[in-house]
C-alpha cells in the first residue's frame, strides 16, 4: 500500500474552493445510503418519501454525537487548557457518539411523524454500515484512525499527513475498517430478506459492529482516543452495544410488537377523529346550502 500511502487529505483546490478527502467520502457516504435507503424503504412498502427527512434528522444528530463523545474523552484535556477548546471542537469524532445520537434523533422523528420506528429502525442501520466504510475511506485519506507499527507486509506509510506518523509502516486499520463496513451492510441486507421480527437487523447491526470495533481497536495506534483502563473508550462502550445488541435481538418481537401496536392504535384514533371532522364539516355545509 505505499503508493495509495502518498493521498493527500486534500484533494484538489478550485479557486476558493477545497475539497478535503474525508469530508467528501462523509458526503458521498451520506448520498449513497440515502438513495439505498429510499430504495429499501419502498421495496419494504414504507414511506420512501420520509427517508431525505429522516437522513437529515440522523446525519444532523449523528455529527453532534460524535463531536460531543470525542469532547467527553478529551475533557481532563480541554479542563486543564480551555483556551484550546475551539481546536478540540474543529477537529476529530467518536463514531459511537455519532451511532447513539444518530439513532435517538431517528427516534425522535419516526415518533414526530406517528411511523413504526422500528421498521424504520431495520431500514436505515445496514445504510449506517455502508456509510461507514465510505467514511473509513476518509479517514485514510486523512491519516486519522491510524493503525500500530508493523512489520507485516501488508502495511500503509504515510509521507504527508498531518495527522498519522510519517514514514513508518502501519497496520492499515482504516482500510481494514471501511472493507468490514461494506461487508456488515450486504451481510445486513441479505439477513433482513428472512428477519422475523422488526427490529432484529438493527439488534444485528449493533452486535456485528460493536464485535468488529472491539477487535480493531487492538490494532490501532492513535492513543490519544482515549482509555478506560485497560481498554480504549470505544472497546467500553463496545461492552454495551453488544449486550443490547443481544437483547434487543433476542426480544424484537415482544418490544417492536408493542411499539408498533402502540402506533397503530395512535393512527387509528386520529384517523377516525380525522374522519369524524370532515363529517361535521360537510354536515354544517350542508345546512348552509
Not at 116 to 133: C, H, R, S, T
Not at 147 to 155: A, F, I, K, S
Not at 230 to 243: D, K, M, N, P, R
Request: proline share 2%; with cysteine; hydrophobic share 45%.
Amino acid at each position: 500500500m505505499e503508493g495509495l500511502s502518498k493521498m493527500k487529505s486534500t484533494l484538489f483546490t478550485i479557486g476558493p474552493f477545497t475539497a478535503h478527502g474525508y469530508g467528501l467520502m462523509i458526503a458521498i457516504g451520506a448520498l449513497v445510503a440515502y438513495k439505498v435507503g429510499e430504495y429499501r424503504a419502498k421495496k419494504y412498502n414504507l414511506r420512501d418519501d420520509l427517508i431525505f427527512d429522516l437522513t437529515i434528522w440522523c446525519l444532523v444528530g449523528g455529527l453532534l454525537g460524535a463531536k460531543l463523545l470525542y469532547l467527553i474523552t478529551k475533557l481532563p484535556e480541554i479542563m486543564a487548557n480551555p483556551e484550546n477548546l475551539l481546536d478540540y471542537i474543529k477537529n476529530g469524532f467518536v463514531v459511537y457518539g455519532g451511532i447513539i445520537l444518530g439513532i435517538f434523533a431517528g427516534w425522535l422523528y419516526t415518533r414526530r411523524k406517528k411511523l413504526n420506528f422500528w421498521k424504520y429502525f431495520d431500514i436505515v442501520m445496514p445504510e449506517i454500515a455502508l456509510a461507514q466504510g465510505f467514511g473509513r475511506i476518509g479517514c485514510f485519506l486523512a491519516g486519522c484512525c491510524y493503525g500500530e507499527e508493523t512489520q507485516n507486509v501488508l502495511h500503509v506509510v504515510f509521507h504527508d499527513s498531518p495527522i498519522a506518523p510519517n514514514g513508518v509502516q502501519l497496520i492499515p486499520t482504516q482500510v481494514y475498517s471501511s472493507l468490514f463496513n461494506f461487508l456488515h451492510f450486504f451481510v445486513l441486507i441479505t439477513i433482513a430478506k428472512k428477519k422475523k421480527a422488526d427490529g432484529q437487523i438493527a439488534g444485528l447491526y449493533l452486535i456485528i459492529y460493536s464485535l468488529g470495533r472491539f477487535v480493531i481497536e487492538f490494532f490501532r495506534g492513535d492513543i490519544e482516543r482515549g482509555q478506560i483502563g485497560i481498554l480504549s473508550t470505544s472497546q467500553f462502550i463496545s461492552i454495551f452495544i453488544f449486550a443490547a445488541g443481544i437483547l434487543l435481538y433476542a426480544f424484537a418481537e415482544k418490544i417492536s410488537g408493542a411499539k408498533a401496536f402502540a402506533v397503530e392504535e395512535a393512527g387509528a384514533a386520529i384517523a377516525e377523529e380525522t374522519a369524524a371532522v370532515e363529517e361535521i364539516t360537510e354536515n354544517n355545509d350542508e345546512k348552509e346550502d
